[in-house]
T-cell receptor, first 116, second 111 residues
Framework: EAGVTQFPSHSVIEKGQTVTLRCDPISGHDNLYWYRRVMGKEIKFLLH????????ESGMPNNRFLAERTGGTYSTLKVQPAELEDSGVYFCASSNTPGQGGYTQYFGPGTRLTVL | RKEVEQDPGPFNVPEGATVAFNCTYSNSASQSFFWYRQDCRKEPKLLMS???SGNEDGRFTAQLNRASQYISLLIRDSKLSDSATYLCVVNEREYGNKLVFGAGTILRVKS
C-alpha cells in the first residue's frame, strides 16, 4: 500500500512569492491533516479535513495560508505571500475513520520550505 | 507551559543499555497517546500507542498514568538502529483529531 506522498520535497522561494504544496493521502483515508515544524520548535497542527470539509483549522497561522481538498482526495496548501517566518517543514498526514484502524495518523515525508 | 513536555536530552547510551523517556501533558481531556520516532530529516513514524494498562512491543514498553498526566517509554537492550528522536504525542480528540507533539528527545546509541 502506497504511503502519504508530498510534493515538492523542497522549495526555495523569495519573500512575497507564492508557493503551493501538495499532499496525496493513503488511498481510502478520509482524514487528512497538515502540520508544520519551524526551526527549533515542535511539530504544530495546522488543520484537519474530513473528506473535502475542513473539520478543524484552528492551527492555521493567518490568512496567507489557504488549504483545499476539492473532491476529498489530494490536498493543497498555498502560502501567499510567503514570509521569512513561514520557513520550515510542512508535513501531511492521513488516517482512516474510527473503527477501521482507529485514529493512527501516517505522515508523509514532508516539504522543506525555505523563504529567502 | 508547553502542552506536551519531554526530557530535554540528548541521551547518549552504549549498546545494550536500558533507557527511559518521560513525558507530561497538560490537557486532562486528552484521549489517546503515542510515541512516534523520527529519524533525521524524515517524517515521524508511529512507534507505539500508549494505553493505561501499559503495553509492550518487543524491547519497547510504554506506560500511561492519567492521574499524573505522565507517559513513559522504556527501551531495553538498545541497538545502534534505535538512534533517533522520540516524540511524545497526545491526541486532543475534543478538537476533532489534533495531535499535539512534544519537542522530542534525541537518543544516540553508541558501540
Amino acid at each position: 500500500e502506497a504511503g502519504v506522498t508530498q510534493f515538492p520535497s523542497h522549495s526555495v522561494i523569495e519573500k512575497g512569492q507564492t508557493v503551493t504544496l501538495r499532499c496525496d493521502p493513503i488511498s481510502g483515508h478520509d482524514n487528512l491533516y497538515w502540520y508544520r515544524r519551524v526551526m527549533g520548535k515542535e511539530i504544530k497542527f495546522l488543520l484537519h479535513f474530513v473528506k473535502e470539509s475542513k473539520q478543524d483549522e484552528s492551527g492555521m497561522p493567518n490568512n496567507r495560508f489557504l488549504a483545499e481538498r476539492t473532491g476529498g482526495t489530494y490536498s493543497t496548501l498555498k502560502v501567499q505571500p510567503a514570509e521569512l517566518e513561514d520557513s520550515g517543514v510542512y508535513f501531511c498526514a492521513s488516517s482512516n475513520t474510527p473503527g477501521q484502524g482507529g485514529y493512527t495518523q501516517y505522515f508523509g515525508p514532508g516539504t522543506r520550505l525555505t523563504v529567502l | 507551559r508547553k502542552e506536551v513536555e519531554q526530557d530535554p536530552g540528548p541521551f547518549n547510551v552504549p549498546e545494550g543499555a536500558t533507557v527511559a523517556f518521560n513525558c507530561t501533558y497538560s490537557n486532562s481531556a486528552s484521549q489517546s497517546f503515542f510515541w512516534y520516532r523520527q529519524d533525521c530529516r524524515k517524517e515521524p513514524k508511529l512507534l507505539m500507542s500508549v494505553y493505561s494498562s501499559g503495553n509492550e512491543d518487543g524491547r519497547f514498553t510504554a506506560q500511561l498514568n492519567r492521574a499524573s498526566q505522565y507517559i513513559s517509554l522504556l527501551i531495553r537492550d538498545s541497538k545502534l538502529s534505535d538512534s533517533a528522536t522520540y516524540l511524545c504525542v497526545v491526541n486532543e480528540r475534543e478538537y476533532g483529531n489534533k495531535l499535539v507533539f512534544g519537542a522530542g528527545t534525541i537518543l544516540r546509541v553508541k558501540s
